[in-house]
């Protein structure tokens, strides 16, 4: 599995925010910067409390220039009424034919008796498509470092 660092090309991906309809990220380089969120699963305690502080906080990450995505290995039709339930204002994208946590090295092959589960992971990625921030957890407790995030992003104004 590739361990994405700080400075390398982000590895370009197209995951389904519904069934008939895909969100790309070669969309949205050169015009934002782009918050890329993995968690292991959406209605967990834990993800649960980072999507929640990520809405909460959203207006800050919109001012920094900044498209949040969040991804798991969800169904889309899982994830469409969990952004519903905790209106969160940012997209959630299925990974569920775990291709894309894979190639951003943000992917557990065996977590506990499940096998196939995004890590607990943040990349930043800047106007060209450059990986300015990479936290990977191992720990699916622990939630991505969101004034870390945004002291990068503050810092690509």
Sequence with gaps: MPKI???DK???FELPVA??????LSDYV??????VLFFPFAYSSVCHEEMCSIRDGFREFKSLDA???AISVDSPFVLAKWK???ALPF?????FNKTVGPAYGAFHDKLGPLSGVEK???FVIDKKGIIRYASVSDDPTVIPDIVAIKNVLDGLK
């Design 19 to 24: 069934m008939d309809k895909m969100w790309k």
């Design 30 to 35: 050169g015009k934002q910067n782009i918050v």
């Design 120 to 122: 607990s992971s943040a």
């Design 84 to 86: 519903e339930e905790l």
């Design 10 to 12: 982000a590895p370009l």
């Design 91 to 95: 997209t959630l994208l299925s990974d």
């Design 5 to 7: 660092k700080v400075g």
């Design 67 to 69: 498209l949040v995505v």
